[in-house]
């Protein structure tokens, strides 16, 4: 079936550098992308989100990146935080009056000292 | 800053027993939704709930599972008879349907079925 992925389970980073942490996703038919962050024992947090009519859209160090051509969908986190340091996931609305949000696997983010 | 409730934190329970997990959306949301999540594993949708009814609802929303909006506050997910597969980190979300999608969700409770 269709889902929504990610492409790697684990990235460590150093404190102060970027990071990009990427999603595949297969259903063409999304129309709408979040990314939320998950600090351990606790709900998803909303980041950012994008619609399929843009490209890109920015907020408060975090940037997301969307390609519609490949289905792929990045979040990149600048100058790194040791509060940074969570579960990323990215999930989807597949549109047509679908609510519920699939959600990806998981990416786990940690920032090094 | 308002955010999603939810009670309890720890929920323990003996297989086959009935459970009711609560949650307080953000008071001027209007649709509602349940999640879940096993341990390690991604965020599981199971139902969405707008206008006094279920909207969407996904395979593993069987009915065993029902949901409830039973005030103007609370918003109640039932578990008729547990299972130990249904051991998991349970999430209510809401959303305001005010030009958004955002869905912002609750701490969740832990269920553990024994």
């Known amino acids: 079936g269709e889902s929504v992925g990610l492409h790697l389970p684990t990235l460590s980073v150093q404190e102060g550098d970027n990071s990009i942490i990427n999603c595949a996703y297969s259903n063409s038919a999304s129309d709408y992308f979040i990314w939320y962050k998950q600090e351990s024992g606790k709900g998803p947090q909303f980041i950012i989100d994008?619609?399929?009519?843009?490209d890109k859209r920015q907020g408060q160090r975090v940037t997301v990146l969307l390609n519609k051509t490949v289905k792929h969908l990045s979040l990149q986190i600048a100058a790194t935080q040791p509060g940074d340091s969570a579960v990323y996931f990215c999930?989807?609305?597949?549109?047509?009056?679908?609510?519920?949000?699939?959600f990806g696997k998981g990416t786990h983010l940690i920032i090094q000292p | 800053e308002p955010e999603v409730t939810q009670t309890p934190s720890h929920q323990v329970t003996q297989m086959g027993q009935e459970v009711i997990l609560r949650c307080v959306p953000i008071s001027n949301h209007l649709y509602f939704y349940w999640y879940r999540q096993i341990l390690g594993q991604k965020v599981e949708f199971l139902v969405s709930f707008y206008n006094n009814e279920i909207s969407e609802k996904s395979e593993i929303f069987d009915d065993q599972f029902s949901v409830e909006r039973p005030d103007g506050s609370n918003f109640t997910l039932k578990i008729r008879s547990t299972k130990l597969e249904d051991s998991a980190m349970y999430f209510c979300?809401?959303?305001?349907?005010?030009?958004?999608?955002?869905?912002?969700f609750g701490p969740g409770t832990r269920l553990t079925v024994l």
């Open positions: 999930a989807e609305i597949s549109g047509g009056g679908a609510d519920g949000l699939t």
């Open positions: 994008i619609r399929s009519n843009m």
């Open positions: 979300a809401s959303r305001s349907g005010q030009l958004t999608d955002t869905q912002y």
